[in-house]
């Protein structure tokens, strides 16, 4: 048998046996095509029930007692384009009824939509801390459109999470790999002032077919310890009744995005959007 003949031997019995490329190279090559893309639309889900509510012991300043304990997380549903303008429309809403819709320009600032108009990040950033401090019934609107003005296009936030995997395998219909502990702390999300947040883990898995990017879903994992959640009540002395420490409570988070690579009507710019962003384009001067 010649030379050339067992080496076309030994390269159809690796195609038959399924041989594929580098896991790795797929999904740069899919990552190629989506950036290359004029325009897209995308949907973002959470996959998992948000939020805490747990019976256990807890420490307080008088001994152990038993109780619960429900700490509330709300992850925005998103619903992104791209236009092939370049620039972006994000709506994001909420179980509560709350929603708000950012809009971005290919350069420069964008502007999110809130009960009391368009405004910038610059502008939201003041009101938003006012209304957390106030405990106000406009908190949850003022933090969804942060969210929505903070929220990145796959394209934008796939070459920060790709470049962390080390290693990406197959398993079954996905490829998938693990996240470092600082980017799986970064995707499981800040941590307020009565979390104590540890041990974050994460993956980063794909869903191809054609050698396009159809879906992807980050998966965190973390222990959580919930302090000081309770104030004093009535006439007990400071202190008295509250739960300042819950035991260690693993929660999960699970983000999917499904990617449309044929959206079927592209949005167009709110009046209201495109008036503010004119403003900042005019106040900015000639040629920004």
Known sequence: MSLRVHFALCL???????????????????????????SYSWETMEGKPGGINTPGVFKTPYGLARGSVTVERIVPHVLGTKRSDGSTVIVADTPRDHGATAVLPAAG????????????????????????????????????AGAALATKRPDAELPALIKDVGEFKVDG??????????????????????????????????????????????????VVTIRNVLPPVGRQ?????????????????????????????????????????????????PGR
């Open 109 to 144: 600032a964008g502007v999110v939509s809130t009960p009391d108009g368009w405004v910038t990040r610059e502008e939201l950033q003041p009101r938003l801390k006012a209304a957390v401090k106030a405990g106000g019934a406009g908190r949850d609107a003022l933090q969804i």
């Open 237 to 285: 002395l400071p202190g008295e009744g509250r739960i300042d420490e819950s035991a260690p409570i693993a929660e999960g988070h699970e983000t999917t995005t499904i990617i449309d690579y044929a959206p079927p009507a592209v949005p167009r710019i709110p009046e209201g959007a495109a008036h503010k962003l004119a403003e900042l384009k005019a106040a900015a001067g």
């Open 12 to 38: 159809l019995a690796a195609t038959a046996a399924g041989v594929r490329a580098d896991p790795a190279d797929e999904i740069k090559a899919a990552y190629e095509r989506l950036r290359a893309q004029r």
């Open 173 to 222: 219909d996905e490829i998938s790999g693990p996240l470092s502990p600082y980017m799986a702390g970064v995707m499981f999300g800040p941590a307020p002032d009565h979390l104590l947040v540890k041990d974050v883990t994460g993956t980063l898995s794909f869903q191809l077919k054609d050698g396009m990017i159809r879906a992807y879903t980050v998966r965190t994992e973390a």
